[in-house]
């Protein structure tokens, strides 16, 4: 008898599927209808509702500074203030105020309620699920804000942290919870691939600087339009431009991403070199930045791509290669095994796409270190 009294406590501390006693007596039923896909689309309906709302919020009334010290008399003029007389103001940020802490209250009855429903069910620790701790932290922020406790200095600053509750729709979601999956799987390689784009990028900003840092800077260059010579800000082109190491990088990040990087960073070298240089300096310039973007926009971001989607496939592969789908509902990775062959074509496409990616890499790599020593050639004769 006292085996078995032991093994019904023991069901009931851990979920193990019977009725336990009586605190957690309802704990069976409460997960089961927690759980339910009627209950988690319901939760995801208030997360992406409270997400509308804040966003309302923040367009009608875009600074509140209650968000950092507590006082909510204390507005800021905004964009929309002028529209709006201060009744109006301090209407629309009462009913917002109360819309906050309606969801608040929502939002921890529902955290009771997992916590109740969850709490050491098939044995797992629930703070064991990064979802689970996600939603702790939120709903305490919110918490705080129900109760009007203030924080201290910058900390009050924590409480900005309620605008990420719409990730919390991750969880709930399986093809958005994939994504994040994914994500995870794709961490390491992404990692590396950015280390490998920020290699490039100091290379080829070390070697900006060196060539460009002092173009049309000194009255030398004073026969020149000054469109030319002194950027919209006054400035000389090449100091501002590629003044030292840190200008020059935060510029070749700017040609990566494609703002404005042509008129802005290089017609107005390509434009001296081609006019004043000779034709094999007017080639080298616009070599330079031709092979940047080549290697950093067209080559290396798309290894980017081949990650992610190598990631996504590996999402529903184990380690045995068996097919399978990740699910972290409950914060552990439970497989589910469909037959062998629904992905294989799949994933050997990705794997020959990837070598072929990977094999593209090494030989620009090896054209990059010629290209450099090339440029430092070039380099030391433009310097004498």
């Known amino acids: 008898m006292s085996s078995e009294s032991d093994e019904g406590e023991a069901d009931a501390e851990t979920g193990g599927g019977r009725a336990g006693r009586g605190f957690w007596y309802y704990q069976e039923t409460v997960h089961k209808l927690y759980e339910s896909s009627a209950s988690q ?4 309906v208030i997360i992406s509702l409270r997400f509308f709302i804040l966003c309302v919020q923040r367009e009608i009334l875009p600074v509140q500074n209650y968000v950092f010290v507590g006082n909510s008399s204390d507005l800021v003029a905004g964009p929309n203030y002028q529209d709006l007389s201060p009744a109006d103001i301090e ?13 608040n209250v929502v939002f921890l009855i529902e955290l009771v309620i997992n916590l109740y429903g969850n709490w050491g069910w098939d044995g797992q620790w629930w703070f064991a699920s990064g979802w689970n701790m996600f939603d702790f932290i939120v709903v305490g922020l919110g918490t705080l804000d129900l109760l009007r406790i203030r924080l201290p200095g910058p900390f009050g600053m924590i409480r900005m942290l309620r605008a990420f509750r719409i990730f919390r729709l991750f969880g709930r979601v399986p093809a958005l919870r994939k994504i994040i999956v994914s994500l995870l799987y794709a961490a390491s390689g992404m990692f590396n691939g950015i280390i490998l784009v920020l290699v490039v990028q100091c290379i080829y900003a070390s070697l900006a600087c060196d060539l460009f840092g002092d173009l049309y800077c000194g009255d030398r260059y004073s026969d020149f339009p000054d469109d030319l010579r002194f950027t919209s800000r ?17 510029t070749m990040f700017q040609i990566i991403t494609g703002e404005s990087w042509s008129e802005a960073a290089v017609r107005p070298a390509t434009h001296f070199y081609c006019n004043e240089g000779s034709l094999f300096e007017c080639f080298g310039v616009c070599g330079f930045f031709i092979s940047f ?21 590996e999402g529903a592969i184990d380690d045995d290669g068996t097919n399978g789908t ?16 629904t992905d294989a074509a799949l994933v050997e496409e990705v794997q020959q796409y990837r070598e072929r990616a990977l094999d593209s890499v090494r030989s ?19 310097a004498m």
């Open 41 to 44: 689309g319901l939760v995801a």
């Open 91 to 103: 209407a629309a940020h009462g009913l917002f105020r109360i819309a906050d802490d309606a969801f």
């Open 234 to 250: 006054g400035s000389c082109f090449g100091s501002e431009y590629y003044g030292n190491f840190l200008l020059s990088f935060y």
């Open 293 to 313: 973007i080549c290697v950093t926009s067209i080559v290396l971001l798309n290894v980017f791509a081949v990650c992610l989607v190598d990631a996504y496939t």
């Open 326 to 341: 990740q699910n972290m509902s409950n914060g552990t990775a439970k497989v589910e095994t469909p037959p062998e062959d």
């Open 364 to 382: 620009l790599s090896g054209a990059v270190e010629r290209m450099d020593k090339t440029f430092e050639i070039w380099s030391q004769r433009s």
